[in-house]
């Protein structure tokens, strides 16, 4: 693939990863998101949470009503993809409301030809 090529499955991607968030599609999130994924936000935890927290959290208590990338802006150097982008969401963990707008920082990986997502950072613009 070009950079170019790669550039835009990365964006799909991120639509993708989200979509299965809001379906509860723990399959494609399983095939998503990578073993050694962690999850930064400091608005939540100072610490970050673990893939078995994250999924944990997907599988049973975040909520996604609705979400819209607002920007996304992708750098790919060999198999690492790095998504900047703008985020919003009306959702909630638990019946608290995670609505808002965030800046997400996401770490792409390819293995095997198959890009899984590594990390993200989250932090609050609203």
């Known amino acids: 693939m070009s950079v170019e090529e790669d550039r835009?499955?990365?964006a799909r991607l991120e639509e993708a990863w989200m979509q299965a968030v809001e379906d509860r599609d723990m399959e494609a999130l399983e095939r998503l998101v990578a073993p050694e994924f962690r999850f930064m936000a400091i608005h939540l935890?100072?610490?970050p949470m673990t893939r078995e927290q994250w999924m944990d959290a997907a599988r049973e208590g975040y909520?996604?009503?609705?979400?819209?990338?607002e920007?996304?802006?992708v750098e790919v150097s060999g198999d690492t993809g790095i998504v900047h982008a703008r985020y919003s969401q009306v959702a909630s963990y638990q019946h608290v409301s995670l609505?808002?707008?965030?800046?997400?920082?996401?770490v792409?990986?390819?293995a095997d030809g198959t890009w899984r997502v590594m990390a993200r950072h989250s932090s609050i613009l609203g």
């Open 63 to 69: 909520t996604i009503v609705s979400f819209a990338f």
């Open 45 to 47: 935890s100072p610490e």
């Open 108 to 110: 792409w990986t390819r």
């Open 71 to 73: 920007s996304v802006d």
């Open 99 to 106: 609505s808002n707008v965030f800046r997400l920082t996401d």
């Open 8 to 10: 835009a499955e990365l």
